[in-house]
Protein backbone atom coordinates (compact mmCIF):
# COMPACT_ATOMS: atom_id res chain seq x y z
CA UNK A 1 0.00 0.00 0.00
CA UNK A 2 1.72 3.13 -0.91
CA UNK A 3 -0.16 6.72 -0.67
CA UNK A 4 -0.16 9.58 -3.39
CA UNK A 5 -0.78 13.10 -3.21
CA UNK A 6 -2.23 14.65 -6.25
CA UNK A 7 -2.09 18.61 -6.50
CA UNK A 8 -4.82 20.32 -8.61
CA UNK A 9 -3.46 23.61 -9.78
CA UNK A 10 -5.12 24.03 -12.71
CA UNK A 11 -8.87 24.11 -12.07
CA UNK A 12 -11.87 25.28 -9.52
CA UNK A 13 -12.27 22.20 -6.94
CA UNK A 14 -15.91 23.08 -6.86
CA UNK A 15 -16.21 22.31 -10.21
CA UNK A 16 -14.07 19.21 -10.33
CA UNK A 17 -15.42 17.73 -7.18
CA UNK A 18 -19.07 18.33 -8.15
CA UNK A 19 -22.16 19.52 -6.24
CA UNK A 20 -21.79 17.84 -2.71
CA UNK A 21 -18.68 16.33 -3.94
CA UNK A 22 -20.85 14.17 -6.48
CA UNK A 23 -17.96 13.87 -8.52
CA UNK A 24 -15.56 11.98 -5.99
CA UNK A 25 -18.49 9.80 -4.96
CA UNK A 26 -18.46 8.74 -8.69
CA UNK A 27 -14.77 7.95 -8.25
CA UNK A 28 -15.04 5.89 -5.66
CA UNK A 29 -17.32 3.62 -7.20
CA UNK A 30 -14.75 2.76 -10.54
CA UNK A 31 -12.16 2.75 -7.78
CA UNK A 32 -13.60 0.80 -5.07
CA UNK A 33 -9.89 -0.43 -3.68
CA UNK A 34 -9.05 2.79 -3.43
CA UNK A 35 -9.04 5.63 -0.08
CA UNK A 36 -9.01 8.87 -1.02
CA UNK A 37 -9.86 12.02 0.43
CA UNK A 38 -9.78 15.67 -1.43
CA UNK A 39 -9.78 19.12 0.29
CA UNK A 40 -9.28 22.23 -1.36
CA UNK A 41 -6.60 21.22 -4.10
CA UNK A 42 -4.93 18.43 -2.73
CA UNK A 43 -6.18 14.64 -3.67
CA UNK A 44 -4.52 11.76 -1.33
CA UNK A 45 -5.11 8.32 -2.67
CA UNK A 46 -3.79 5.07 -0.83
CA UNK A 47 -4.12 1.82 -2.19
CA UNK A 48 -2.03 -0.63 -4.60
CA UNK A 49 0.70 0.99 -6.57
CA UNK A 50 -0.34 -0.29 -10.18
CA UNK A 51 -4.26 1.09 -9.18
CA UNK A 52 -2.73 3.90 -7.59
CA UNK A 53 -0.84 4.94 -10.35
CA UNK A 54 -3.90 4.40 -12.92
CA UNK A 55 -5.66 6.45 -11.30
CA UNK A 56 -3.25 9.65 -10.66
CA UNK A 57 -3.03 9.73 -14.81
CA UNK A 58 -6.84 9.61 -15.34
CA UNK A 59 -7.10 12.36 -12.60
CA UNK A 60 -4.30 14.14 -14.36
CA UNK A 61 -6.50 13.97 -17.80
CA UNK A 62 -9.55 14.71 -15.84
CA UNK A 63 -8.02 17.90 -14.45
CA UNK A 64 -6.71 19.32 -18.39
CA UNK A 65 -9.95 18.55 -19.68
CA UNK A 66 -11.93 20.14 -16.79
CA UNK A 67 -9.40 23.34 -17.32
CA UNK A 68 -10.09 23.58 -20.99
CA UNK A 69 -13.59 23.01 -20.75
CA UNK A 70 -14.85 24.32 -17.27
CA UNK A 71 -16.65 21.42 -16.44
CA UNK A 72 -17.26 18.41 -14.92
CA UNK A 73 -19.26 15.43 -14.59
CA UNK A 74 -19.89 11.35 -14.00
CA UNK A 75 -20.15 10.93 -17.85
CA UNK A 76 -17.09 12.28 -18.07
CA UNK A 77 -15.20 10.83 -15.55
CA UNK A 78 -16.43 7.40 -16.45
CA UNK A 79 -15.32 8.18 -19.82
CA UNK A 80 -11.73 8.81 -18.96
CA UNK A 81 -11.42 5.85 -16.58
CA UNK A 82 -12.69 3.67 -19.76
CA UNK A 83 -9.84 4.94 -21.21
CA UNK A 84 -11.65 7.24 -23.76
CA UNK A 85 -12.08 10.54 -24.14
CA UNK A 86 -15.59 12.49 -24.69
CA UNK A 87 -16.43 13.56 -28.12
CA UNK A 88 -16.61 17.54 -28.36
CA UNK A 89 -18.46 19.30 -31.13
CA UNK A 90 -15.14 21.34 -32.96
CA UNK A 91 -16.00 24.93 -33.61
CA UNK A 92 -13.96 27.33 -35.81
CA UNK A 93 -14.58 30.36 -34.29
CA UNK A 94 -14.63 29.01 -30.32
CA UNK A 95 -12.33 31.86 -28.62
CA UNK A 96 -12.41 29.85 -24.60
CA UNK A 97 -15.03 27.64 -23.05
CA UNK A 98 -16.61 29.70 -20.20
CA UNK A 99 -18.54 28.74 -17.09
CA UNK A 100 -20.14 25.03 -17.53
CA UNK A 101 -18.45 24.40 -20.52
CA UNK A 102 -20.55 27.31 -22.84
CA UNK A 103 -18.60 27.61 -25.46
CA UNK A 104 -17.56 31.67 -25.88
CA UNK A 105 -17.60 32.31 -29.78
CA UNK A 106 -16.48 35.17 -32.21
CA UNK A 107 -20.48 35.39 -32.95
CA UNK A 108 -19.62 38.43 -36.02
CA UNK A 109 -17.18 38.65 -38.78
CA UNK A 110 -15.81 41.83 -36.67
CA UNK A 111 -15.67 39.82 -33.76
CA UNK A 112 -13.48 37.42 -35.77
CA UNK A 113 -11.37 39.79 -37.39
CA UNK A 114 -10.56 41.05 -33.57
CA UNK A 115 -9.35 37.29 -32.74
CA UNK A 116 -7.39 37.28 -35.92
CA UNK A 117 -5.89 40.66 -35.43
CA UNK A 118 -4.72 40.27 -32.08
CA UNK A 119 -2.82 36.93 -32.96
CA UNK A 120 -0.92 38.91 -35.83
CA UNK A 121 -0.51 42.88 -34.00
CA UNK A 122 0.56 43.86 -30.30
CA UNK A 123 -1.45 46.74 -30.35
CA UNK A 124 -5.45 46.60 -31.53
CA UNK A 125 -7.81 49.43 -31.29
CA UNK A 126 -11.80 47.37 -31.39
CA UNK A 127 -13.89 50.82 -32.06
CA UNK A 128 -18.14 50.25 -32.23
CA UNK A 129 -21.46 50.90 -30.73
CA UNK A 130 -22.39 49.80 -27.40
CA UNK A 131 -23.53 45.96 -27.70
CA UNK A 132 -21.00 45.08 -30.26
CA UNK A 133 -18.75 42.37 -28.12
CA UNK A 134 -15.45 44.50 -28.18
CA UNK A 135 -14.93 44.31 -24.65
CA UNK A 136 -16.19 40.72 -23.94
CA UNK A 137 -14.47 39.28 -26.86
CA UNK A 138 -11.27 41.35 -25.56
CA UNK A 139 -11.59 40.21 -21.82
CA UNK A 140 -12.28 36.33 -23.82
CA UNK A 141 -8.80 36.48 -25.50
CA UNK A 142 -7.06 37.68 -22.87
CA UNK A 143 -8.03 34.78 -20.54
CA UNK A 144 -7.37 32.42 -22.91
CA UNK A 145 -3.76 33.63 -23.23
CA UNK A 146 -3.81 33.17 -19.75
CA UNK A 147 -5.01 29.52 -19.90
CA UNK A 148 -2.15 28.74 -22.54
CA UNK A 149 0.44 30.58 -20.53
CA UNK A 150 1.45 32.89 -23.23
CA UNK A 151 1.55 35.84 -20.30
CA UNK A 152 1.29 35.91 -16.63
CA UNK A 153 -0.89 38.57 -16.02
CA UNK A 154 -4.29 40.38 -16.96
CA UNK A 155 -4.42 44.04 -16.43
CA UNK A 156 -8.33 45.69 -17.12
CA UNK A 157 -8.67 49.39 -17.15
CA UNK A 158 -11.40 52.02 -17.02
CA UNK A 159 -11.55 55.81 -16.95
CA UNK A 160 -13.86 56.97 -13.99
CA UNK A 161 -16.21 59.19 -15.84
CA UNK A 162 -19.48 59.06 -15.16
CA UNK A 163 -22.27 58.93 -18.03
CA UNK A 164 -23.14 62.26 -17.97
CA UNK A 165 -24.49 62.02 -13.92
CA UNK A 166 -22.68 63.12 -10.99
CA UNK A 167 -22.47 60.05 -8.24
CA UNK A 168 -21.22 62.14 -5.78
CA UNK A 169 -20.04 60.82 -2.28
CA UNK A 170 -19.44 56.79 -2.66
CA UNK A 171 -18.73 55.17 0.91
CA UNK A 172 -15.82 52.68 1.61
CA UNK A 173 -12.32 52.39 0.83
CA UNK A 174 -11.02 53.23 -2.48
CA UNK A 175 -11.71 49.58 -3.71
CA UNK A 176 -15.51 50.52 -3.02
CA UNK A 177 -15.54 53.65 -4.64
CA UNK A 178 -14.39 52.25 -7.89
CA UNK A 179 -15.41 49.06 -8.45
CA UNK A 180 -19.09 50.98 -9.75
CA UNK A 181 -16.27 51.85 -12.77
CA UNK A 182 -15.09 48.85 -13.06
CA UNK A 183 -17.94 46.21 -12.79
CA UNK A 184 -18.90 45.49 -16.42
CA UNK A 185 -15.27 44.10 -16.83
CA UNK A 186 -16.28 41.72 -13.53
CA UNK A 187 -19.43 40.72 -15.14
CA UNK A 188 -17.49 39.42 -18.55
CA UNK A 189 -15.06 37.62 -16.29
CA UNK A 190 -17.36 36.13 -13.66
CA UNK A 191 -18.41 34.07 -17.58
CA UNK A 192 -15.00 32.80 -17.75
CA UNK A 193 -13.70 32.13 -14.98
CA UNK A 194 -15.37 30.24 -12.11
CA UNK A 195 -16.11 32.27 -9.22
CA UNK A 196 -13.35 30.72 -6.70
CA UNK A 197 -10.38 30.66 -9.13
CA UNK A 198 -11.27 33.92 -10.43
CA UNK A 199 -11.04 35.40 -6.40
CA UNK A 200 -7.74 33.14 -6.22
CA UNK A 201 -6.21 35.03 -9.50
CA UNK A 202 -6.91 38.60 -8.03
CA UNK A 203 -5.60 37.96 -5.00
CA UNK A 204 -2.57 36.93 -6.31
CA UNK A 205 -2.77 39.65 -8.75
CA UNK A 206 -2.69 37.90 -11.53
CA UNK A 207 -5.58 39.53 -12.82
CA UNK A 208 -5.58 43.90 -11.80
CA UNK A 209 -8.66 45.84 -12.62
CA UNK A 210 -7.64 49.42 -11.80
CA UNK A 211 -8.53 52.84 -13.12
CA UNK A 212 -6.62 54.44 -15.70
CA UNK A 213 -4.91 57.09 -13.16
CA UNK A 214 -3.24 54.04 -11.63
CA UNK A 215 -1.23 53.21 -14.98
CA UNK A 216 1.09 56.20 -14.38
CA UNK A 217 5.01 54.76 -13.87
CA UNK A 218 4.16 51.20 -14.74
CA UNK A 219 6.22 49.00 -17.02
CA UNK A 220 3.31 46.64 -17.97
CA UNK A 221 4.90 42.85 -19.29
CA UNK A 222 4.42 39.62 -20.22
CA UNK A 223 0.50 40.69 -19.81
CA UNK A 224 -2.62 41.50 -21.66
CA UNK A 225 -3.42 45.11 -21.02
CA UNK A 226 -7.57 45.68 -22.23
CA UNK A 227 -8.22 49.40 -21.61
CA UNK A 228 -12.38 49.90 -21.81
CA UNK A 229 -14.28 52.81 -22.81
CA UNK A 230 -11.15 54.52 -23.87
CA UNK A 231 -13.58 57.25 -25.53
CA UNK A 232 -13.36 59.03 -22.22
CA UNK A 233 -9.45 59.03 -21.94
CA UNK A 234 -8.20 62.42 -22.21
CA UNK A 235 -4.99 63.00 -24.81
CA UNK A 236 -2.58 62.77 -22.17
CA UNK A 237 -3.98 59.78 -20.14
CA UNK A 238 -4.51 57.73 -23.49
CA UNK A 239 -0.67 58.43 -24.27
CA UNK A 240 0.34 57.88 -21.03
CA UNK A 241 -1.73 54.11 -21.04
CA UNK A 242 -0.30 53.07 -24.76
CA UNK A 243 3.37 53.93 -23.21
CA UNK A 244 3.35 51.30 -20.42
CA UNK A 245 3.73 48.63 -23.11
CA UNK A 246 6.46 46.32 -22.03
CA UNK A 247 7.78 43.17 -23.62
CA UNK A 248 5.48 40.42 -23.96
CA UNK A 249 2.74 42.68 -23.99
CA UNK A 250 -0.06 42.97 -25.87
CA UNK A 251 -3.40 45.83 -25.61
CA UNK A 252 -6.45 46.11 -26.68
CA UNK A 253 -7.96 49.65 -26.46
CA UNK A 254 -11.71 49.88 -27.01
CA UNK A 255 -14.28 52.49 -26.92
CA UNK A 256 -17.50 54.40 -28.62
CA UNK A 257 -17.15 57.35 -30.33
CA UNK A 258 -20.91 58.28 -29.93
CA UNK A 259 -20.53 58.31 -26.60
CA UNK A 260 -17.94 60.09 -24.92
CA UNK A 261 -18.66 61.69 -21.90
CA UNK A 262 -16.05 64.03 -21.28
CA UNK A 263 -16.82 67.89 -21.00
CA UNK A 264 -17.52 69.52 -24.10
CA UNK A 265 -13.84 71.52 -23.93
CA UNK A 266 -11.88 68.67 -23.50
CA UNK A 267 -10.55 66.18 -26.41
CA UNK A 268 -11.19 62.25 -26.67
CA UNK A 269 -8.06 60.93 -26.40
CA UNK A 270 -9.05 57.57 -28.31
CA UNK A 271 -10.13 60.02 -31.25
CA UNK A 272 -6.39 62.01 -31.20
CA UNK A 273 -4.77 58.66 -31.10
CA UNK A 274 -6.76 57.11 -33.89
CA UNK A 275 -5.05 60.67 -36.19
CA UNK A 276 -1.85 60.13 -34.91
CA UNK A 277 -1.15 56.00 -35.00
CA UNK A 278 -3.49 55.09 -38.22
CA UNK A 279 -0.39 54.31 -39.78
CA UNK A 280 1.99 52.71 -37.14
CA UNK A 281 3.58 49.27 -38.08
CA UNK A 282 2.30 46.04 -35.47
CA UNK A 283 -1.51 48.38 -35.09
CA UNK A 284 -4.33 47.17 -36.02
CA UNK A 285 -8.04 49.10 -35.82
CA UNK A 286 -11.32 47.21 -36.02
CA UNK A 287 -14.42 49.18 -36.69
CA UNK A 288 -17.54 47.67 -35.35
CA UNK A 289 -20.95 48.43 -36.20
CA UNK A 290 -24.66 48.22 -35.59
CA UNK A 291 -24.54 44.99 -37.16
CA UNK A 292 -22.05 43.38 -35.21
CA UNK A 293 -24.65 44.16 -31.85
CA UNK A 294 -25.64 40.71 -30.23
CA UNK A 295 -27.39 42.37 -27.13
CA UNK A 296 -31.21 42.43 -27.15
CA UNK A 297 -32.44 43.12 -30.76
CA UNK A 298 -33.60 46.55 -29.66
CA UNK A 299 -30.35 47.67 -29.02
CA UNK A 300 -29.74 47.35 -32.57
CA UNK A 301 -32.97 48.82 -33.40
CA UNK A 302 -32.32 51.72 -31.10
CA UNK A 303 -28.62 52.17 -32.24
CA UNK A 304 -30.02 52.45 -36.15
CA UNK A 305 -32.56 55.28 -34.08
CA UNK A 306 -29.76 57.46 -32.89
CA UNK A 307 -27.86 57.53 -35.67
CA UNK A 308 -30.62 58.20 -38.00
CA UNK A 309 -31.52 61.01 -35.40
CA UNK A 310 -27.91 62.15 -34.96
CA UNK A 311 -27.65 62.56 -39.26
CA UNK A 312 -30.26 64.56 -39.36
CA UNK A 313 -28.91 66.86 -36.80
CA UNK A 314 -25.59 67.25 -38.68
CA UNK A 315 -27.35 68.02 -41.92
CA UNK A 316 -29.81 70.64 -40.06
CA UNK A 317 -26.73 72.11 -39.07
CA UNK A 318 -24.75 72.16 -42.30
CA UNK A 319 -27.84 74.00 -43.71
CA UNK A 320 -28.08 76.80 -40.75
CA UNK A 321 -24.09 77.06 -41.58
CA UNK A 322 -24.93 77.71 -45.10
CA UNK A 323 -27.74 79.91 -44.31
CA UNK A 324 -25.89 81.88 -42.39
CA UNK A 325 -22.68 82.38 -44.18
CA UNK A 326 -25.03 83.17 -47.29
CA UNK A 327 -26.28 86.23 -45.40
CA UNK A 328 -23.05 87.09 -44.47
CA UNK A 329 -21.96 87.19 -48.07
CA UNK A 330 -24.84 88.98 -48.81
CA UNK A 331 -24.34 91.51 -46.20
CA UNK A 332 -21.47 92.53 -47.24
CA UNK A 333 -22.23 93.23 -50.87
Not at 35 to 47: N, P, Q, W
Not at 130 to 135: E, I, V
Not at 193 to 198: E, G, S, T, V, W
Not at 237 to 262: E, H, N, Y
Request: proline residues 4%; hydrophobic residues 40%; glycine residues 6%.
Amino acid sequence: MIERVIILENVDPVIFYGVNNSNIQTLKSLYPKLRFAARGHVLKVIGDEVETAEFEEVIHKLEKYCEEFNVMNDKIIIDFAKGSQPQEKHLDNLIIHGINGKPIVARTENQQLLVDSFQKNDLVFALGPAGSGKTYVAIALAVKALKNKEIRKIILSRPAVEAGEKLGFLPGEMKDKLDPYLQPLYDALQDMIPANKLKELMEMNVIQIAPLAYMRGRTLSEAVIILDEAQNTTTHQIKMFLTRLGLGAKMIITGDMTQIDLPNSVTSGLVQARKILKDVKGIATIEFDKNDIVRHKLVKRIVEAYDKHDEEVRKAREALKKEEEMKKNQSIY
